[in-house]
């Protein structure tokens, strides 16, 4: 990544496709050390899918997209590393496609040259990235009691603070629905909007795969099968179809609450590590705030955006979710469950749903840990 400078900004600071496909997530390579962290895996090359299409998206050379993709990548691993060796200091981290850098936030000064050591640019915030996620818990438990006009509510790193989505002309509905959860008003802010949340499946047969009730994206292969959304199973039914053929069974699926789904194919069914546009998994590498990432539905194909937010609870009208992330990717019905990748091949997650310029995904990661399953990786 470029090397630019390290800013001192007080309380300021922050924050990825369907077809059977992915692997195993690989091994932490992030060191407590000061040593620069340099390192992703996989380098992303022109002709590679997620390049085609984030030069697609940018209107760039696929130099450039090239580019753009190995420092987003790069960021990733070293997000993971600032994250372990600032422990309760670190405040949240996001990558500035502008000038190649990612940004760490501090709540110590005496921190800031672990920052540069590692090879971020450091900023002294308020609140550290466990303060945030706790009023995120907070916010999360009294769930039932926000009022209609308030959305969603995540951690927004480029910010160091909390936002809560509230719909034009309800700000102080949302402002009392804060203090009643007791949360601490200074770690707030409000953000205005016109549209609602939805989910993105649809009741119509078709391509990708279907339940007796509704379509979906694949997103993941995993060993012996597929991760997609929850809701998919959940409203749509656990027998699954794909093209007319018996695929399999949703075995295991949580939503509301969280949005993954465990699939399991028969025997004439082949989990493969590809997704359809974008390339082969090659793992799981969570990307930091910031960064491209890619999308592929059975409805809208590959679509890609930035990572806005992540730790994001989305108030859908079928129940809250919690803990997913924000992006500007376009999504529409019928991809939900798609597939989400970063550079480098990094599967990032789930489509959940949306509003009209907002796409919401459920992390991979979690969906992993929950059902004990291992992705299929090229």
């Not at 309760?88 to 760490?104: K, N, V």
Request: net charge neutral; with cysteine.
């Amino acid at each position: 990544m470029r090397r630019t400078r390290v800013a001192g900004i007080t309380g300021a600071i922050v924050m990825i496709f369907g077809s059977l496909a992915t692997g195993a997530i690989p091994a932490a390579a992030e060191s407590a050390s000061t040593q620069p962290v340099t390192g992703s895996g996989a380098t992303p090359a022109a002709g590679d899918g997620i390049v085609d299409a984030v030069q697609e998206d940018l209107g760039t050379t696929a130099e450039r997209a090239t580019e753009i993709l190995a420092d987003q990548a790069e960021a990733g691993v070293l997000r993971s590393a600032l994250d372990d060796a600032l422990g309760p200091d670190f405040g949240g981290a996001y990558y500035d496609e502008s000038t190649g850098e990612l940004f760490a936030g501090v709540t110590d000064p005496a921190r800031l040259d672990t920052v540069r050591g590692l090879g971020a640019e450091g900023v002294l915030v308020e609140y550290s990235a466990d303060q945030l996620d706790a009023a995120v818990d907070k916010l999360n438990r009294h769930e039932r009691r926000a009022p209609e006009s308030v959305t969603g509510w995540g951690v927004a790193p480029t910010t160091n603070s909390v936002t809560v989505t509230v719909r034009d002309g309800a700000t102080d509905e949302a402002r009392s629905y804060v203090r009643e959860a007791g949360v601490d008003a200074g770690k707030v802010r409000y953000e205005h909007t016109a549209d609602e949340p939805r989910l993105l499946s649809n009741l119509r047969g078709g391509d990708s795969y279907n339940m007796s009730r509704s379509r979906c994206s694949i997103g993941f292969s995993v060993q012996g099968g597929f991760l997609s959304a929850g809701h998919c199973p959940a409203l749509g039914g656990t027998s699954l179809s794909k093209n007319g053929r018996y695929l399999g069974t949703a075995t295991s699926y949580r939503f509301p609450g969280a949005d993954w789904a465990l699939a399991r194919v028969t025997s004439s069914w082949t989990p493969t590590p590809q997704v359809a546009g974008l390339g082969t998994v090659r793992g799981a590498q969570e990307a930091p705030v910031g960064a491209r990432a890619c999308k592929s539905g059975s409805t809208s194909g590959v679509t890609c955006g930035v990572i806005q937010a992540k730790n994001r609870t989305v108030r859908y009208s079928q129940g809250a979710v919690y803990g997913l992330t924000q992006t500007t990717i376009h999504a529409s019905p019928g991809d939900s469950g798609g597939s989400v990748m970063a550079a480098g091949g990094q599967a990032q997650g789930m489509v959940s749903g949306g509003s009209q310029s907002t796409m919401y995904f459920e992390p991979v990661r979690r969906a992993l840990r929950a059902t004990g399953a291992r992705l299929v990786t090229g």
